[in-house]
């Protein structure tokens, strides 16, 4: 009995070294908000697969280069910071980037009543620009490190927001990051650069939770979901649960496990063979 745990043991183990920090394909991330305030800024952001605790995120808001040259894909202007997950955070859960009071240096949080701290966030360049309350563009990617020329090849944009209201040619969040749907939200009212967007429409856990991910990414690509504010920066982002009913598992899932309970089993039953063999 005691090799049987301890062949469980290992197994367990070295599935959880394997799983280690998440990596993440277009199309698994969505920012949930930004706001661009020194003091109380910040932005918040969801995936749709479930993040290894280890898992991390950069984001810039650098511009982009429409045209990346040997210099890379940033221009090289404003902060760079990621945020680590200190834990496992399941699909679904909204974490917030809350401004601490200085300006480029924010807090992680996750979870209902205000939230939870759940990771680490690093300013990596020690600049000091957030998000502009004029307008600005926030990209998220990942890296295997924080670089300051990042080339194409070495980074894999996840999602881009923006408050401002216009863009030159120079700093299309769009045309250089392969990104579409709702992986970019562009917020403005009329010509103004916006200082508030969030989605609003599952903000508390008294609200109903989605039946799925996809009916969660089908809610974020509805405007009307979304509180968007041009004049005043003052309504903190939002670091509850994005509530998304828990899933059901899948029936190859299921096949999984019971391919590894026999496995194990058949193991523990060929040690029991030799053991009665007298060898
Ligand atoms: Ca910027
Ligand atoms: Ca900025």
Request: net charge neutral; no cysteine.
């Amino acid at each position: 009995m005691k090799r049987i745990l301890t062949t469980a043991a290992l197994a367990a183990a070295a599935f959880t070294a394997q799983a280690a920090g998440t990596t993440l394909t277009n199309g698994d991330f969505a920012f949930t908000g930004v706001n661009g305030n020194t003091t109380l800024g910040g932005w918040s952001f969801v995936t749709f697969v479930d993040l290894a605790a280890g898992t991390t995120i950069y984001f810039t808001d650098t511009n982009v280069r429409q045209t990346p040259d040997s210099a890379g894909v940033f221009n090289a202007a404003e902060t760079f910071w990621s945020w680590t997950a200190s834990s496992a955070v399941a699909a679904g859960t909204s974490v917030a980037l809350l401004g601490t009071g200085t300006s480029g240096q924010y807090g992680a949080k996750s979870g209902a009543a205000g939230g939870v701290a759940n990771g680490t966030v690093t300013n990596h360049n020690g600049a000091v620009s957030n998000i502009s309350s004029g307008g600005d563009i926030l990209y998220a990617f990942q890296a295997a490190s924080y670089a300051i020329n990042y080339q194409p090849s070495a980074i894999t944009f996840l999602g881009a927001i923006s408050n401002r209201g216009s863009y030159t040619s120079s700093d299309n969040p769009l045309a250089a990051t392969g990104l579409s749907g709702i992986q970019v939200r562009e917020y403005k009212v009329g010509s103004d650069a916006t200082r508030y967007t969030q989605f609003t429409a599952q903000v508390t856990t008294g609200d109903t939770p989605y039946a799925s991910m996809a009916e969660l990414q089908s809610a974020l690509a509805v405007n009307a979901n979304w509180t968007t504010i041009t004049a005043s920066n003052t309504t903190p982002i939002v670091s509850d649960v994005l509530a998304v009913a828990a899933p059901v598992p899948e029936p190859s899932s299921y096949a999984l496990m019971l391919a590894g309970l026999a496995a194990v089993g058949g193991l523990a039953r060929r040690r029991g063979l030799r053991r009665g063999s007298g060898t």
